[in-house]
């Protein structure tokens, strides 16, 4: 799910959105809580239409961007008072004022507020967060049902559950009996992973919570968009991810191809006639050579950006669709284990 974090993935039009394949498309509350304000985009109708996109949107809570504040917030049962990243004004978050606010922005899925720690935090500070998050549940569950109540069937909008309990596959468990004990959910999402503890830990925790999940539930693994860790989350029974990675990485220079990372400013590609992955079916590839998207990062070109950003979206696309097509013929641990071991075997940078 490619990360419009201010109404906008960085450096894309809605159109090349289309024309890749994106299917949904992140947003978030924190940030345009922040700016322009939810207030403006519900005045020029809503989300989708502030930001020209036709699609589903999803928005999250807000809740990984407050509890990185380090310094800059307060917690306390009631919520997260926090100083602006942008002007040092004092706001407060609290599990219904994020509801409020998402279903002013109007998306098609809002996530429930959570309390968030650092992958390495121990296990006492972990059962602390995890407590508060399923409280919070409650309480952001209840604001969405008395705001859909209101809406007369103007607005439909699932609320989206998150599980906490950082490596502790105990907790995580607990953290899902507590989700379901709550309410009857559209899919559940897995938060506090890829933030900063080692994947091997991450993974294990996906490995034994794939065990308890509902089967039909949809599951959302949020943050992690790096084409080897998304291929693993999808052997571990995860059906959606989102991350900057693929745009931010874009703009760096750096494209995703089946043979590992490219660093298209290296030298070696000065006079690279080929396209950019041989593989790829986006406008980048079809269109242009190594050689000039090297001169466009060379040169500092916006260009460079945009046609970078848009190949390692559309990539990460069909990734997952080819995973996709494993999983119907029933060929997953082949294709996943042939696919790592290209990715893996050697670095075009």
């Known amino acids: 799910m490619p990360v419009g974090t201010n109404g906008t993935v960085r450096a894309l039009a809605p159109s090349d959105l289309t024309a890749i394949g994106a299917s949904l498309v992140l947003a978030n509350t924190y940030h345009l809580h922040l700016r322009p304000g939810e207030a403006v985009v519900a005045k020029l109708g809503g989300l989708h239409r502030f930001m020209g996109w036709p699609g589903p949107l999803l928005t999250d809570s807000g ?40 279903w002013a922005l109007a998306p098609d899925v ?47 909008q699932a609320l989206v559950p998150i599980l906490q309990g950082g490596i502790f596959p105990d907790l995580r468990r607990r953290a899902l009996e507590g989700v ?33 999940l509902p089967p039909a539930m949809p599951r959302y693994l949020m943050g992690v968009g790096f084409p080897e860790d998304v291929v693993a989350a999808i052997g571990l029974g995860m059906d959606l991810t989102d991350c900057v990675a693929p745009t931010r990485m874009g703009r760096n220079g750096t494209a995703f191809t089946d043979d590992g990372p490219l660093n298209i400013r290296n030298a070696r590609f000065r006079e690279d006639g ?76």
């Open 63 to 102: 809740g990984f961007q407050v509890f990185s504040l380090e310094g800059l917030r307060k917690v306390s049962e009631e919520g997260v008072e926090f100083r602006s990243h942008l002007d040092g004004s004092t706001r407060f978050l609290s599990p219904e004022r994020a509801i409020e606010i998402q």
């Open 110 to 156: 809002a996530m429930a507020f959570d309390h968030v720690l650092p992958g390495q935090s121990g296990r006492a500070a972990q059962e602390d967060a995890l407590a508060r998050t399923l409280r919070w549940l409650a309480r952001a569950r209840d604001r969405h049902a008395e705001l859909a109540l209101t809406a007369h069937g103007s607005q439909l």
């Open 180 to 212: 379901l004990a709550a309410g009857t959910w559209h899919a559940v999402a897995v938060g506090g992973l890829s933030v900063g503890e080692p994947k091997a830990e991450m993974y294990a925790v996906l490995a034994d919570l794939e065990t308890v």
């Open 274 to 349: 080929a396209p950019l992955d041989e593989g790829c079916d986006c406008e980048t590839c079809r269109t242009f050579t190594r050689g000039y998207l090297r001169h466009l990062f060379v040169a500092d070109e916006l260009l460079g950006l945009r046609l970078l950003s848009l190949h390692n979206v559309r990539y990460l696309i069909r990734l997952v669709r080819r995973a996709r097509d494993a999983i119907l013929a029933r060929d997953f641990a082949g294709w996943s284990r042939s696919w790592h071991a290209r990715y893996t075997t050697r670095e075009l940078s």
